[in-house]
């Protein structure tokens, strides 16, 4: 199988609100950034494919992907929306390289969260039309539910979860492309509003603009184009059920599912021992802990544990979330899956500044995609052939 | 000039198209999936992914439509993905399906394509009025039907078309329609009759347009060594091509799409297609207005720019014809639940290679056959080629 290297990255944000820029601008200064980060490319000539990964009603378009092109530079050119999360198009990009036909693929996702008026009416759509929806209620009670149900199964504590939100804005103020950074204590996280309990306001991500652009490229191509290639090694992805009555609630199936897909790919036969770092979904602060045991890289139930223990922070044994996740970057919706594996690449390269792990050389991306879904997307990235 | 793996069409299925059906997209994405499966012979177990294709979230009011959809389409537990190209939707999903399996990593991928139009309410017009830029058009109140006989005004000034030519298309697909059991609106008319339905935005009238519609479609991807065990009459996808143009459509000529000629190619290069007149035995191209089958003729190259309405006066185009177009009966007469209408053309080009279009069936042992959509803002082409 052939392989596939990201070789241009360019990101834009993440910022609360972008007032100056429209969803279009940051999309160019986005592109140009990855165009030039891949050795000046003419996305005119040089790209074969462009994937962009967007949902209508975050938008407030019907078809979204009208709008996308031009910014691009890929109009005339062979454009596609994946409805999702940015990962599922660096998934649809390997896939499209893979195939013998295309050599360079671009894939955006962005977020302008800041435009979105009634953002949680929209979660709320999300929710099935003749079950779940008609019940009412803030839709992020499910995850309070959940919250609650894995931490009656796991032991895991709330002080544990709250140590999560220290962690990862406490990275964030290293981030240059961090909205959140902020040196906070465990008391000040268990002291706010118990908004869907046991769910703090200070546990949840808050939604921020910003636009990742990646450039992809088949083995032979990469190597013409960049002396620091990031290699896929591997990616899964995979949706367990929309049906919030029949699904795992303390185990994040999807995530074991797609990490399993992923390591087979990647042959990893032991994450914690080969995976130097990880970037976790953490819209809420216990998901990190959650996916971490999905992810197999601790035992189920140790992940707040070894949290608490200080093992996943920037000098620990596994850093997890070193970019401040999405509690410290903050929530770039369909963007959320490339602000991980952006910062995986950044520290595979030795690009990430104040923030970067020392001897780095493989990282794994991983990503959901928010209350109420169960899907999620997991990439192996490593900087060695 | 394909990729590692050839990628074979080992099933299809298509339900009922009408206006309103009592299933809800879950189950109609069941019931195409489960068709689809059945005619492989394949269970779901042996799906290792799975890919959907539904139009915009407005018609269902569901956020993250392609969630709300995946246990219906079969994909509990699997790798999944929704790919939306606007109206290019339905022939696109089959194409992201194609790269799942050709790219080596999976072997098998179903593709299902959903609508549900009835439950956008009173009319599905309505979701179309976000499809426009926010600041510069949808002030102005526009509906799909203006743009479309601006389209239609242009096409027929530039080649000096009279409707009479145009409304064979109508009459010809509704009759095709009548050998088709999904068909929502098969019927025997007349030229007089589209000429004297109702003037929608002149020049569309009533019979120039295909009804919205519910109903869902699937095929089933293999590998070549799994189409090998499976059956033995594969049909292979042998070109993919797509293309968008610039989200500035007043900006472009739109008498012709330039873009479903960029696709065309991209697809034709793939499957080594150089006489696309000569070496296509069957073609379904996107029929949701009768001049648009004429218009995406000319962009697949089947025949010169204006020539198509010269071929369908001449019955060329009929299902006994030289090159038969929308033996199906397209989406002027099976209705157009948007994506599940595109995927329905390629199943129909799948049955007909296969010899297992019934009543339908063209003459003289189809070979090579394409299908085309087209989609968002008069802008996407997507188009498939099949080879038995």
Known sequence: ?385 | MFGKKRVAIVGAGVTLFRRNLKETGKELAYHAAKMALEQAGMELRDIKSVVLGSAPDAFDGVHMKGEYLADGAGAYHKPYMRVFVGGGTGVFAPLAGWWHVASGQFDTCLVVCEEKMSSCFPHPQYAFTTIFDPILERPIGMNLIWIFALEMHRYMHKHNIKKEDIALVSVKNKRNALDNPIAQLGANITVEDVLNSEIMAWPVQRLDVSPTSDGAAAVVLVSEDVAKEVTDNPVWIDGVGWCIDSTHWTNRDLYYPDYVEYAARMAYKMAGIKNPPKEIDVAEPYDPFDYKELHHMEGLLLCRKGEAPKLTREGVTQRDGDLPICPSGGLLGCGNPIAAAGLMKVCEIFWQLRGEAGKRQVPGDPRTGIAQAWGDLMQYGSVIVLRR
């Not at chain 1, 401040?324 to 970057?329: C, E, F, N, Q």
């Open chain 1, 1 to 385: 199988m052939s392989r596939v290297a990201i070789v241009g990255v360019g990101c834009v944000g993440f910022k609360p609100v972008t007032p100056e820029l429209s969803f279009k601008e940051l999309m160019f200064e986005a592109a140009v950034k990855a165009y030039e980060d891949a050795g000046g490319l003419n996305p005119r000539k040089d790209i074969d494919v462009f994937v962009t990964c967007a949902e209508d009603y975050l938008e407030g378009f019907s078809i979204f992907d009208e709008f996308v092109p031009d910014q691009l530079g890929a109009a005339m050119r062979p454009l596609f929306t994946v409805s999702g999360d940015g990962m599922l198009g660096l998934a649809t990009a390997c896939m499209l390289i893979k195939t013998g036909q295309f050599d360079t693929v671009v894939v955006e996702a962005h977020s302008k969260a800041s435009d979105i008026l009634t953002y949680i009416d929209i979660v709320q759509f999300g929710l099935d039309p003749v079950f779940n929806r008609p019940l009412g209620g803030h839709p992020y009670y499910v995850a309070g539910l959940e919250m609650t149900r894995y931490l009656y199964e796991t032991d895991t504590t709330e002080e544990q979860c709250a140590q999560v939100v220290v962690k990862n804005r406490g990275n964030a103020i290293f981030n240059p492309y961090a909205a959140y950074g902020a040196n906070i204590t465990i008391e000040q996280v268990m002291c706010s509003e118990r908004l869907f309990h046991p769910l703090k306001k200070l546990e949840i991500s808050t939604p921020a603009d910003g636009c990742i652009v990646m450039v992809l490229a088949s083995e032979e191509v990469a190597k013409k184009l960049t002396d620091r290639p990031v290699w896929v090694r591997g990616v899964g992805w995979c949706t367990e059920t929309p049906s919030l009555e029949t699904r795992d609630w303390t185990r994040a199936v999807y995530t074991r599912l797609a990490a399993e897909m992923a390591y087979r790919e990647a042959k990893i036969t032991n994450p914690w021992r080969d995976i130097d770092f990880a970037e976790i979904h953490d819209l809420f602060a216990y998901k990190e802990l959650q996916h971490m045991e999905a992810l197999k890289l601790c035992d189920y139930g140790e992940a707040g544990k070894l949290t608490e223990d200080g093992l996943t922070s920037l000098d620990g044994e596994l850093p997890v979330n070193p970019s401040g996740g999405l509690l410290g970057m903050g929530y770039g919706l369909e963007a959320s899956g490339l602000q991980k594996v952006l910062e995986v690449v950044l520290q595979l390269r030795g690009e990430a500044g104040a923030r970067q792990l020392d001897d780095v050389e493989v990282g794994l991306a991983h990503t959901w995609r928010g209350v109420p879904t169960a899907t999620g997307v997991v990439a192996i990235l490593s900087n060695v052939e």
